[in-house]
């Protein structure tokens, strides 16, 4: 008689292949806020679990925190996958440099314009925002 493998082995099986492999530094996901305080914004990341954006990043931007939104969809950076507490340590600033740099190699690279506006200047030159 052949040894048949039990319906419930394969179930385990697949749930335990199709579980998301821990976030990793530098990665950038996708989330939805799910709590905005005065020292810290909590994010839903999905199955990589709940991610935290930290003091320091809010004190730097202190508008960071009024223009967040309970539900609002973003896009963070890992920076570190599980802290003490077991949050996904994450950065909205890292992940928005990370992007714009993405999409002006993007822009570079097909030979389009890149419409802008300048918000600053400075010794090395200017800061311009895209537009």
Do not use: R
């Amino acid at each position: 008689m052949k040894n048949q493998t039990k319906p419930e082995n394969n179930i385990m099986k697949d749930l335990l292949s199709s579980s998301a492999s821990p976030a990793k530094p530098g990665q950038i996901i996708d989330g939805k806020i799910i709590e905005v305080g005065k020292k810290n914004i909590f994010v839903d990341l999905g199955t990589f679990g709940t991610g935290i954006v930290l003091t320091k990043e809010i004190k730097e931007n202190p508008s960071l925190a009024k223009e967040s939104k309970k539900g609002q969809e973003i896009q963070c950076m890992v920076l570190e996958p599980e802290n003490e507490k077991g949050y996904v340590e994450i950065s909205l600033k890292a992940a928005s440099k990370e992007l714009s740099w993405e999409k002006l190699e993007e822009i570079k690279n097909s030979g389009e314009a890149a419409p802008a506006k300048i918000v600053q200047a400075n010794k090395g030159g200017l800061m311009v925002e895209l537009l």
